[in-house]
């Protein structure tokens, strides 16, 4: 992430993808704009199931084993005594970034079933079964 | 009637078989640009009606809505509208029977209605700000706050996978609110930067475990150089510790109300 952070070069933090991604798209334009009376007729092929999803997801033991999972594995003391200020520090994170599994990554994974294609492209096949089913039905 | 207004539209009114589809509103002075492709790669066109337009475009009757491509050209077709002049973005998905029911259902009965709406977004263009936080800089945030949770964890980190259950799932959840009133917090520190260069502004709910905030907002076009700096302020306020992202300028997508 710091990475890319870097590659984009010119202004700093502030990241600013030109809006042509699936993720970035449906962010924008899904379940927006003006309800008009109308004959409306939405055929959301998988999009709504994945909406669903999110909220489900989001509330269940399942995430919440996977956050414990994420705290469990940090990588806090091990790195020769290194206090957390210094693991908060970009250099000891890239560090711990390697091994470290991310729960949120994988619970995105399982809820935009890895279309958010602007994100680093880390992928959790073995956790995000249920969703992995449904990301092939929406493709 | 419907000879008339096919006529003035030009490409994008439907023939028989074919529906139309509604991108926008616009005003009815508005230029179209010329090869604008819609769904299919259609051409758009224009129905008239007093002061308001209808940017149209023809689908087959029955034809499915909601591939990747559909949604990219209803963007794509809204935004470019947008960069020529006020530009209501109708939802996606919607669509009419033909041209003529575009001015006799939708632009007749609602002409003073949608004039009011385009002069509100009239010079103003829609911005999306995402936060997302860096995981493990905020769950070490959290080990390091919280006693508890600091605990917790030493308890239960070296158990094998399937001991330990039940305090497991309950360190998610102390972690998981942790997360919460963390994101409470931070979302309001963006937003105060932000809201001063906004006219209007919604927070969205957010789908994913890992948003900071999801916000739009709706910024006068003389503003923006100044929102765009608060943007880029509060992104270097929160380097480390999450990224964020601005979307836009785009249209109004967010802030129109329904008919």
């Known amino acids: 992430m710091t990475v890319m952070n870097q590659s984009r070069g010119g202004r700093g933090q502030l990241e600013r993808p030109s809006p042509s991604g699936l993720a970035e798209v449906i962010d924008i334009i899904l379940d927006k704009g003006m309800v008009i009376d109308a004959y409306v007729r939405v055929s959301l092929v998988g999009i709504e199931l994945l909406t669903i999803d999110a909220r489900i997801v989001i509330a269940s033991v399942d995430t919440y084993l996977r956050f414990a999972e994420a705290t469990n594995r940090l990588d806090l003391y091990e790195k020769g005594g290194k206090d957390l200020t210094t693991l908060m520090g970009d250099g000891a994170r890239e560090g711990a970034k390697g091994k470290t599994s991310g729960a949120i990554e994988g619970i995105k994974e399982a809820v935009t079933g890895g279309d958010d294609d602007d994100e680093q492209p880390r992928r959790r096949p073995a956790k995000a079964t249920s969703s992995r089913r449904r990301r092939s039905e929406s493709e | ?259």
Do not use: C
């Not at chain 2, 006020?86 to 632009?107: I, K, M, Q």
């Not at chain 2, 009239?122 to 493990?136: H, K, L, P, S, T």
């Not at chain 2, 999801?214 to 306020?237: G, K, M, N, P, Q």
């Open chain 2, 1 to 259: 009637m419907t000879v008339t207004h096919q006529q003035r539209a030009g490409g994008g009114v439907p023939s028989a078989g074919q529906a139309s589809y509604v991108y926008a509103i616009v005003p009815a002075a508005t230029e179209l640009v010329p090869d604008l492709a819609g769904l299919d790669d259609q051409p758009v066109g224009l129905i008239r009606h007093g002061s308001v337009g209808a940017i149209v475009g023809s689908v087959p009757s029955g034809r499915p809505l909601g591939r990747r491509n559909d949604l990219i050209a209803h963007m794509r077709v809204v935004d470019v509208m947008a960069t020529q002049g006020p530009t209501v973005p109708v939802r996606f998905g919607s669509v009419l029977t033909d041209a003529a029911e575009v001015e006799s259902d939708l632009l007749a009965p609602n002409t003073s209605y949608f004039s009011d709406v385009l002069a509100y977004v009239a010079g103003r263009r829609q911005f999306i700000v995402r936060g997302r936080y860096d995981e493990e800089t905020v769950l070490a945030e959290i080990v390091s706050e919280r006693r508890d949770i600091a605990e917790l964890r030493d308890r239960t980190r070296e158990l094998p996978d399937d001991v330990g259950l039940a305090e497991k799932v309950h360190l998610g959840e102390l972690v998981s609110h942790a997360l919460d009133a963390k994101r409470a917090d931070d979302a309001r520190a963006v937003l105060e930067r932000l809201r001063p260069h906004a006219v209007d502004w919604n927070t969205r709910a957010s789908a994913d475990v890992d948003d900071l905030i999801h916000v739009s907002l709706l910024v006068d076009d003389h503003d923006r150089d100044t929102f765009e700096e608060a943007a880029e302020a509060a992104a270097t306020a929160l380097a480390g510790r999450a990224r964020l992202r601005l979307l836009g300028p785009s249209a109004a997508y967010d802030f129109v109300p329904d008919v």
